[in-house]
Structure formats: structure tokens, C-alpha cells
């Protein structure tokens, strides 16, 4: 009787313990989904991949159960200090394993609009041209500009959260925002960028190598994100009258294609079906001398946003 009774006890004790750990996990995954848009929302807007930010933020979560919550006294800022901490990390590595990466890489578009959260932020740090803009600067420098531009954080926040001073990440969002700021200037509005790319592709799709060249800034680049699919550039092709070449080189795409417009983070985009599916997507950005940038998704991981 007294061994049963001790048996007894002891099954009552791990019952009472899986129970608190099930209630811990369950407070645990509470506190993570009510933060986990501003933690994917850091994550994507580092690495410029929905994919990458996505496996980022489980590892996080595998963190975070794994961690003693007790000692967490604000569980937001910790967790936003290890996606933004990560995502440095991955950034480096990400630029290392890109070296491998078959033809330009190009960042990936999400719709901020399916997400209220990431919808509500600031505009600017939403759009694809600062994506593009921020590949130039250093891990940190993106860092700190993604946390003072897009989530308003303080200055002495950002230091702790990426270990420097106020003053270093003072002179990092300075130099960030100069990098953004100077490829900022002189582009069309979101009107005249759509007028400028129904006019691209019109001229394209029809062969015009005069309209073409008419259009385009004389050191335009076309760049081509496939990751080595078949038939699509694998080097930035730069100058008016060679990338006006190229496509009329490639005037056989047009003849089965189908095209729609949608209007992504911040920018219009042509929309290309091929047999019902998504083939690639489109888009062009301008300074005052004309298009000085065609781009272009084909790589089907980069799409996503793209399907219906």
C-alpha cells in the first residue's frame, strides 16, 4: 500500500509538471505570435527574402522555448534583439553563400498589404527601391536603419540590441539614410513609374529598339534574377543600345505570354503567365535621364507573392 501510495504521488507530481511546462509553452507561444509580424518584419527587410525571414523566425521560436523565460522581464525587445542579433548573422552568410548564387541576386517582394501589422509601419522602409538600396550597406548600417526607419526605435534601444553605443548607431543610421537618400533621387512618383513601365513594355513587346532606346537612361541595366533558369540572362547587361538589343532578341517570350499589372511594395509590376502559371515579373525604376533600371524575377522562389 505504501509503495502504491509513493507511485501514486509520483505520477500526480509528473502530471502537475507536464501540465505547468504545457501552460508555460502556451504563455510562451502567446507572447511569440502576438510579436512575431515585428520579428519577420526585421528578419525580411535584413536578409530581402520571405523565405530566408520565415526559417529565421522558427529558429527564434526554437530559442525562445529553449530559454529561461522567467529571467525575460520584456519579452518583445528580447525577442526583437535575437532576430535582429540572427539576422546580421545570416546577412554575412547570405552574402558569402549569394557568391555561389547562379546570375544576380535580386530581393524578394512580399505583400504588406496581407498583413496589417507590416502595413501599418512607415512607408518608405516597405517599398522595393529601399530593398535594392539597402544591399548597399553593411550589416549593421541595415540593421540599424531597419529598426530606426521601419519600427521607430530609440537610439540607446538599437545600441543594446546590436551591442555598440548611441553614438556609433547614430553614425550608422546617418550613413545609412545617406546611402538610401542617394539613390533616391530624381524617381518618378508611383504614377509615373506605372506610365514608364506600360510604355517599356509596349515598346518591347512590339520590338521598337528606337522607342527603346528612346526611354532608357544611356547607362540603363537590365538585370535578371533567375538563379540559372533557362534562357534568362545570367550577367547585369548595361548601356541603352545593348539592352535594346537583348530584347529584341527575345521578342519569341511575348508571342505566349499573358500579362497583368499588380501593384507591389511600392511599385507597379508586369505580371507575365505562361500556361496558366506565373512566369516571371517585371518592373522598371527612372531617374531624370530616362529607365535606368529593368528587373527581373524568374527565379520561382521569388514569385510567391506574385500567384494568385
Known sequence: MIAETASMRLDCRVAIGESERAGGLDAAAAVFTDVRPRLFGIAYRMLGSASEAEDLVQEVWLRWQAYDRDTVAEPGA??????TRLSINALKSARVRRETYIGPWLPEPVDTAADPYLGAERGEALEYATLLLMERLSPNERAAYVLREAFDYAYDQIAEIIGTSSAAVRQLVSRARRHIA?????RPDK???RALLEAFMAAARSGDMAELERLFAADVVNTADGNGAVKVARKHLIGAERVAKFLKAIEWL????????????????????????????LTIDASDN????????????KLEAFRD
Not at 528580447?78 to 532576430?83: C, K, M, R
Not at 542617394?182 to 530624381?186: F, V
Not at 499589372?261 to 515579373?281: K, S
Open 290 to 301: 530616362g529607365i535606368d533600371q529593368v528587373l527581373w524575377l524568374v527565379a520561382p522562389e
Open 254 to 281: 511575348w508571342s505566349d505570354v499573358e500579362v497583368t499589372w499588380t501593384d507591389l511594395a511600392g511599385r507597379t509590376w508586369a505580371v507575365l503567365h505562361q500556361n496558366g502559371a506565373v512566369y516571371a515579373a
Open 78 to 83: 528580447f525577442l526583437a534583439t535575437i532576430a
Open 191 to 193: 504614377t509615373g513609374q
Open 182 to 186: 542617394d539613390g533616391r533621387r530624381s
